[in-house]
């Protein structure tokens, strides 16, 4: 079992404090916190905080009672994807990281699973310039599924997905976070996604966290009237689920 403690984390670049306040409950094996806010908010630098990829105040402790390996996995938003390498060798490398380069079956087995699972086979000796955007989203999920983290921080992992691939991954992805235990914090900018997979949210506006709890309590009228602007409520659809309807930008 993994958990991961927030405790007043901030980020700055040079002198300049870009996102403070981050204190949430303990994030436990098997859940998906939502991270939401307006764009430009801070979530890919809290992301960048988390993943250690820039310093910054607070402490962001990650337990493990069962292993020493501590993955922390970050997915961003732009791929940047080497247009040179095929899919199947950039989920190979990536799988690689920090350890020899001999390549055992177990190896190649795990890369075809994910890439069946995320049903990109048919995607695996294309190049990575040749494909979508949204094409290169789904692989850069195969290279952070690979290295099978404890952790998996996902920016924006379906803004290039149409809405059927975003039910799919999203339902593919808690799912995964159940079986294997993860820890998944993704940004989002759909908030019925994060009312229908996320059973915690965080909300970050201005580079400061103006809210954390459980979805259903943190996703509500006040909550959109002023972080978001609009005029909106919280209904319950026909399968029991709740919804945000939005009457009109305020």
């Known amino acids: 079992m993994v958990a991961l403690a927030l405790q007043d984390v901030g980020a700055a670049y040079g002198r300049t404090t870009v996102l403070s306040g981050v ?16 764009n ?14 820039i310093s ?6 990650l337990s493990d009672t069962d292993r020493g390996k501590k993955t922390i996995c970050y997915m961003p938003q732009d791929t940047g994807a080497n247009a040179v390498l095929t899919v199947y060798e950039s989920v190979l490398l990536s799988a690689k990281q920090g350890g020899g ?13 994910i890439l069946k699972s995320l049903r990109i086979s048919d995607l695996a000796f294309k190049g990575l310039g040749e ?4 094409q290169r989203q789904l692989v850069s999920l195969a290279q952070a599924l690979v290295r099978e983290p404890e952790v998996l921080l996902m920016d924006e992992p ?10 799919d991954v999203l339902d593919f992805v808690s799912e995964l976070a159940v079986r294997k235990g993860m820890i998944v914090l993704i940004a989002l900018h759909d908030l019925n996604h994060a009312l229908r ?13 103006v809210a954390s709890g459980p979805t259903k309590s943190v996703i509500n009228d006040g ?6 602007r609009v005029a909106a409520r919280i209904e319950t659809c026909s399968l029991g689920r709740p919804m945000v309807i939005v009457d009109r930008a305020i």
Not at 102 to 111: A, K, N
Not at 223 to 228: H, P
């Open 101 to 113: 380069w001999r390549v055992s079956d177990d190896e190649l087995g795990s890369i075809d699973a």
């Open 223 to 228: 909550m959109l009237r002023d972080i978001y």
């Open 40 to 53: 430009a908010a801070g979530k890919s630098t809290f992301f960048k905080r988390i993943a250690s990829l």
């Open 23 to 38: 204190t949430t409950d303990l994030l436990e094996s098997g859940s998906v916190t939502a991270v939401i806010g307006p």
């Open 197 to 209: 997979y996320c059973q915690n949210t965080i909300v970050i506006a201005d580079g400061v966290m």
């Open 131 to 134: 494909l979508s955007g949204g």
């Open 158 to 167: 379906t803004s290039a997905l149409d809405l059927h691939r975003q039910i």
């Open 56 to 61: 910054g105040p607070g402490v962001v402790q």
